[in-house]
């Protein structure tokens, strides 16, 4: 594979060396970091008793590994609502940071490396690391 979008969940995961996502992140050539998924880690550190440590570790990562920052553009807007309106359409919301993560996604074209089975919801979405995968 050749690149992922890392969703916060997947990157505790590999934190955690969760032999599952540890082998699928590793199977990439680059990792990519919606920059909502960064808001996510960071807010949760600052929460966290640990926090200089864990900034300390994504930084490492950050910087060791193929990795890119992608952040929102003229065109995810327009993604973001399209789902948005798709998944409520068909009754099955889900959260609003996953919405912005899977409009980068979807709008870039790269598989989602998550936890969370709600992605497989979105349509036009290619989901690893759920459980539910197809």
Known sequence: ?????????????????????????????????PFIVIGELLAGFRLGTREELNRKALRALLTVRQTTLLYADSETPEHYASIFAELRRAG???????????AIARQHQLPVCSLDGHFQYVKGLTVIGSETTK
Not at 5 to 28: F, G, K
Not at 92 to 102: K, L, R
Request: hydrophobic share 50%; net charge negative.
């Open 92 to 102: 099955t919301p889900i959260p609003t940071n996953d919405i912005w993560i899977a």
């Open 1 to 33: 594979m050749r690149a992922a979008i890392v969703d916060t969940n997947a990157y505790s995961a590999l934190v955690r060396d969760d032999e599952r996502i540890v082998r699928l992140l590793h199977s990439t050539d680059r990792l990519i970091f």
